[in-house]
Nanobody, 125 residues
Framework: QVQLVESGGGLVQAGGSLRLSCAAS????????MGWFRQVPGMEREFVAA????????FYADFVKGRFTISRDDAKNIVYLQMNSLKPEDTAIYYC??????????????????WGQGTQVTVSS
């Protein structure tokens, strides 16, 4: 089983940057991809970005293209989400998660398991 721990959230002004980290332990080699999602209270969890574990192919939601970058450190089993040009609407709890198998359903939170505990990102205007 894979365990995930996110860190790096916080409070930042609009236009600022944050880098989130997701440290993975356990059977990470069996995962197809690692993803980042975010959720605002009362709203559904939405896809932000994902990276395939072996090839490093990246995928992004349209609303973060050009601002966020997902990357991984194979040696440390850490996935990063560099967030630049942050906007107040980026305020949410950010979660990382494992997509166990194929690319099918990459953008659906239902296809990911397990999940980290989440880290709060707050962007002030």
């Amino acid at each position: 089983q894979v365990q995930l721990v996110e860190s790096g959230g916080g409070l930042v002004q609009a236009g600022g940057s944050l880098r989130l980290s997701c440290a993975a332990s356990g059977r990470t080699f069996s995962a197809y991809a690692m993803g980042w999602f975010r959720q605002v209270p009362g709203m559904e969890r939405e896809f932000v970005a994902a990276i395939s574990w072996i090839a490093g192919v990246t995928f992004y939601a349209d609303f973060v293209k050009g601002r966020f970058t997902i990357s991984r450190d194979d040696a440390k089993n850490i996935v990063y989400l560099q967030m630049n040009s942050l906007k107040p609407e980026d305020t949410a709890i950010y979660y990382c998660a494992v997509k166990p198998q194929t690319i099918v359903g990459l953008r659906s939170p239902l296809k990911y398991n397990p999940w980290g505990q989440g880290t709060q990102v707050t962007v002030s205007s």
